[in-house]
């Protein structure tokens, strides 16, 4: 596995696919290619979700006199494809071809990939929790040691970044961006929370608002944090503020929670996906659940097995959820499962407690199979916007 580093990334959403990575390829491009004037053309994913995802908008962002064409062609090099031109006199002086090929990473067609070394020298989970026992390490100790010191003020920045996108989330109202015209609906289930006397009904209320905060800030193309990605970015920041605001964690535990999380997370990018174009939703906020459980297992004291299991049973039953953003928005049902994955992450880490001890599936087997059930997955229940609610929901 490579640093986590690279898993945890602050940017403007709603996708790091389909915002972050163009961005990057487009400042690249005019980096190399000073021109009047730019012609971007999307293909596949990109352009068959990208008016939702407001890949549009960051492009015209980033370059100057930009026309946008969204292309209805597939590249068969990678679903995510952007052809770039710059024009002088509208003469084309320069082209390239670029592929986001996920977490807001790019590459440059021709180019060989320029990858970071795997600083991790375990290649399964049991062989980490092994080494853990061996060496006495909880999961935040194997971070730290494989990641070194500076990671703690990585992580406090996380913290705070994740901190600031839900209070910017829940001070806000109106409707987010795009045809669906979906009213913000956080600050008012923070409204109910506050009124809320029931303490079940109040902590749903809470983690419901911190988690659409989040996600609204996302699909309105603000600034959030990978957790993993931007379509699962409200799961993990809903459940570590609960647990600072609420049930009164330190900063510290937290930056401890993240560390945690992102070992869980990182190990589902590095040997399976995190990509719902390459496996559904499942990759995303099934994923984004894992992070949260075994965060919040951590946070509860629970021994390696039991956060270990926090983290298979959230995934677990988030196997074969498709990717099926309604008009390619970020917004219905990102924003709900977001929310739902919440709840389930924090009652996934309360169940290990009590049942760690009689598990027969590790989180290796739920790991391997969510990656076969993605790829078993249909076309269109991978994030093209044709398949699952996407083909069912039309505008009134």
């Keep these: 596995m490579k640093t986590i580093k690279e898993l945890y990334k602050i940017g403007k959403g709603p996708s790091s696919s389909h915002t972050m990575g163009p961005e990057k390829a487009c400042r690249d491009f005019q980096q190399r290619h000073p021109a009047d004037a730019y012609r971007a053309v999307l293909h596949g994913s990109l352009s068959m979700t990208g008016r939702g995802h407001l890949t549009d908008r960051i492009i015209k962002e980033t370059l100057v006199n930009v026309e946008v064409v969204f292309s209805d062609a597939f590249a068969e090099e990678h679903p995510n494809t952007l052809d770039l031109f710059a024009f002088d006199n509208d003469r084309e002086i320069a082209s390239d071809r670029y592929f986001s090929i996920g977490g807001g990473d790019i590459l440059r067609a021709g180019e060989a990939s320029v990858e970071s070394q795997p600083i991790y020298p375990h290649r399964t989970f049991e062989e980490i929790v092994e080494y853990c026992r061996d060496e006495g390490l909880d999961y935040a100790g194997y971070i730290r040691r494989h990641e070194g010191p500076s990671i703690d003020e990585f992580l406090q920045t996380v913290f705070e970044a994740m901190e600031t996108a839900v209070d910017e989330g829940l001070h806000k109202q109106g409707e987010l961006p795009g045809a669906l015209a979906l009213k913000r609906k956080a600050r008012s289930l923070h409204e109910r929370a506050r009124r809320e006397t029931d303490p079940s009904d109040k902590r749903i209320a809470i983690l419901g608002a911190y988690a659409f905060a989040v996600g609204e800030e996302n699909a309105s193309g603000g600034t959030i944090v990978t957790a993993p990605t931007c379509g699962a970015s409200g799961v993990l920041p809903a459940v570590l503020l609960y647990a600072r605001r609420h049930q009164g964690y330190s900063v510290g535990k937290l930056v401890d929670a993240l560390a945690v999380a992102g070992l869980f ?51 677990e039953h988030h196997l074969g959820l498709t990717c099926d953003p309604v008009m390619g928005y970020v917004q219905i049902p990102c924003i709900e499962r977001n929310a739902a994955a919440a709840l389930r992450a924090v009652d996934a880490s309360r169940l290990a407690a009590h049942l760690s001890d009689f598990r027969k599936i590790t989180f290796d087997y739920v790991v391997e199979t969510m990656y076969e059930t993605g790829r078993d997955l249909p076309a269109h229940y991978r994030e093209t916007g044709m398949g699952g609610l996407a083909k069912r929901y039309k505008l009134k």
Excluded: P, W
């Design 265 to 315: 997370g990182n190990f589902i990018k590095t040997h399976a996906s995190i990509s719902g174009a390459e496996a559904g939703c499942q990759a995303e906020v099934g994923s984004a659940c894992a992070m949260a459980a075994a965060a919040h297992a951590h946070l509860r004291g629970h021994d390696l097995s039991a956060i270990e299991y926090a983290a298979e049973v959230a995934l």
